[in-house]
């Protein structure tokens, strides 16, 4: 797949982006906002750098124009990476770049409230902060999150692609072999295929196999997959800048129908997926996140699994692979028409197996709408 | 090359640096250190973890035993990443971890010095501030940059096989078909290359062909790289967690002599040259770290290209790719056996062309140790 074929953001949307974060400033009564390298940047004005050193920022003042701060070295790679027009300042290496940010804010920054995009690091916060000793601070994210959560057609349909990715990889490392190799090799296969099926980096990719299925961050690693046990796979990246993120659970037998699924985790299994098919049922605009994540919790404690599903149901995903909305016991944010989100409910006993079912949803005006669509039943394969 | 075959550090060693680091916060009348996802972490406990919103932070109040706190779901996964034994508390999905981090940091910390690791999120700051409001905050890097910028034998092992890989694919690159490809379509073959040859996610790769060779941080793009013209090639990533950068340039004739660099560029590159081995020739225990800039520069500005050299010399490299020290004018820290770092000079000619040539050295004691060693003069190749 080439960057060609894929659809892009138009050039216009971030132009129109931009004006809507200056007015939401205004509302959410911000002075300024301060946007390092990352998914906020990226959403206003499409250009992507790495996090380093090295400041690069979005300077927003209220009522003012706003200017890309970048070290000059990168002044010619910034134009290039920018989608809409924008003011540049640079810096040279011995400047001061957060006095530079500051002192294009104007003067009501000096005392007032200054909002920085999440992600931005310490390193440079700290600098800010010694800069505008007297200015209050918070997350730019109160300011953008009602932007970014709900997800336009493009921006759609490029998790649609990014979701229809992963299924094929998912798919293709169920009809592999398994048996015989380390979490670790089959990893590096799901990159592998990941990236071949148009992702870029970095993806991720979590083989929990045997025990290790309990930890749901489980970190691939040098243990051989034996015949008789699970395997949870659950893989994602991002392509043309939208995540994928989707987990199935497959058990491996070995060629020998004698290792397969014991009762008690066919039974575990399928409390998990009533828990799973009834929170992504329940999606509609105007329900509660929370009511997503109770619903699903609502299953599973029923079974008497409570204690073994440990973490919340879900996670909002566009050009992170982590955002809002969360799904999650205390957030009331009602859902609306175009937010994506996963659905994951798991269930882990501790040393010896679990499973989870995950994915990506978008609200759709009259239900859900799922960008994962490889069979969520437990799949028994050889290996 | 398997994992098992790299040197690595031994256990013992984090142990150390946790003692080290405990003694420092005495010597730098720091109350606590609250350590952040990323090289820190890594540095102080090898366990390394994605940056999310879900806090995972080391936490060292003075005189107290350091705590790593995770999230519950990430407990098994710390436990397995982790090569020191450290008392882990984990908190619940509906808990509020910073509040849990500053609890534990005793007494203290209440109006004290509380420092953060550089690449901890904004997100997290802002929420410790808000849980510690009459703390000042500064910088982990002040307590740990003594400890992180020397290089013990097995870092220095490690950043050896990392230039060596790198060194590699330089060469297979720079031996293989260039000419009527995208330098997109190289710097795939050149991530690929690099992953081939050991190296771990994320690599980067500049291939900054004819006027693009003047974009110092150019991002690779669809231009097709054409015959009569040079290519900068700057390429790394990490190996073992220690890092690679690399930069050589190389013109490219299409077999047709011709087509070869002009005199103007080969001037310009042998002057590049003198620069670069000079800088390197000055790398000794106790020479200021800005003096190995100045070396580089003063010949580059002898030479009328003053202004088209318009960054650093150089950076500090091991768990991160950019660290200290950095080789800037300003920076007096006298250089020191075991530090590692970039020479890597560059002239450029905006809109034309440029060049850059970079290796890793280590600061020896009784001179540079060179950790790149694909030939430094211009590459003539057909391509």
Redesign the interface.
Known sequence: MT?ASRPTIPAERYAERLRQISGRLLLHRVDAALI?VGPDLDYLTGYR??P??RLTMLAIGAGRPPVLVV????E??AR??LRTPLDIATW???DDPHALVVSLLGRDAGGGRVA???????????RL?AVLPSAT???V?AVLRELRMVKDHDEIELLRLAGAAADRVVDQIASGRLVGRSE?DVATEV?QRLQAEGHE????AIVASGP?S??????A??RVIQAGEPIVLDIGGALGGYGSDTTRTLWVTGGDERNGPTKEFRHLFGVLLAAQQAATRAVRPGVAAEAIDRTARNIIDGEGYGENF???TGHGIGLE??EEPYL???NDEPLAEGMAFSVEPGIYL?GRYGARIEDIIVCGADGPIILNNEPRELRVVAG
């Open positions: 960057i390092g750098a790495m380093l050193e070290p000059r070295l990168e010619p790679a290039a990476g040279m290496e011995t920085v995009s999440d992600r931005l690091w310490s390193f440079h916060l700290l902060q601070w918070s997350s994210t670790a990159r980096l970095p993806e991720f290790n309990a930890s749901p961050h489980h970190e690693s040098d440990f973490h919340r692979g982590h999650i016991a205390g501790p």
